[in-house]
């Protein structure tokens, strides 16, 4: 074995070997090979090495590169806890003064695909907050706010969706982000797949780090900054700051 592959399967060992052997060890490593078309002959031993050369690789950075023009992406990046600025306001500010700012700014339509209803179906328009965060530090930063309607919304926050939907609806989604992205269903699994490798090295790396410096503490304070522009953006940072949760840029 050489010096990588045994890092790699170390790596595969303290992440994966646990949860697999539970679910019946072979058959998750070789949905994963069969996803990415590489051989799924061999010990599990064997797979897992070459899943993670695979996944080290940056095959997949390059076969993404193809849905880098996507209208309607995919996040699938872990937040703070659900800890963001809306939660942290007044819902009269936000719900009052926030959101309908955003609706006048958009003109009632979803930013991404268009969509534009009714007056009394409006709330199918969402505020979206983009958001970057510091880890290390706990910092969630607020770069902005969007309007995009639910359905956009749902790729937003991918594996909250799968967990809150069927199955029918989840299937009238991926239809709905097709037809916006003018994209065969085949290839949104692709894109969907690539996104999952990518997650995984990524939290490979990760979790590990992750473990070591409390980041699962739930009850961990998360403070703010704000880096853009939005509306009655003093008044937010004033609630912040009463709170004790707002940074100075
Ligand atoms: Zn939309
Ligand atoms: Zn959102």
């Known amino acids: 074995m050489t010096n990588n592959e045994r890092i790699l399967l170390e790596k595969l060992e303290k992440e994966n070997i646990e949860s697999l052997s539970k679910r019946g060890r072979g058959t998750e490593l070789e949905k994963y090979c069969s996803w990415i078309g590489i051989s799924k002959h061999g010990t599990a031993r064997e797979k897992a090495i070459r899943l993670l050369n695979w996944y080290d690789s940056n095959t997949y950075k390059e076969r993404l590169k193809k849905y880098e023009h996507l209208k309607l992406k995919i996040n699938i990046k872990t937040g703070t806890h659900g800890k963001t600025v809306r939660g942290s306001i007044s819902q009269y500010l936000w719900l009052k003064k926030i959101r309908p700012a955003i609706l006048t700014k958009y003109n009632y339509k979803c930013s991404i695909c268009g969509f534009e209803p009714e007056e009394s179906e409006r709330k199918q328009l969402h505020v979206h907050e983009i958001e970057e965060y510091d880890f290390d530090q706990d910092i969630c930063e607020l770069k902005g706010l969007e309007l995009i309607c639910s359905s956009c919304h749902s790729f937003y926050h ?75 953006k003093e008044e937010v940072v004033k609630q912040l700051k009463k709170k004790g949760l707002y940074i100075e840029n």
């Not at 980041?215 to 703010?224: A, E, N, R, S």
Request: aromatic fraction near 14%.
């Open 158 to 232: 991918l594996y909250r969706s799968y967990s809150v939907t069927t199955k029918a609806q989840m299937d009238e989604l991926i239809s709905h982000f097709t037809r916006v992205n003018e994209i065969e269903r085949e290839e949104y699994q692709e894109y969907v797949r690539l996104l999952q490798c990518s997650w995984r090295n990524e939290s490979i790396k990760s979790i590990d780090e992750q473990i070591n410096k409390g980041y699962y503490d739930c009850d961990k304070i998360v403070t703010f900054k704000i880096s853009y522009a939005i509306p009655y």
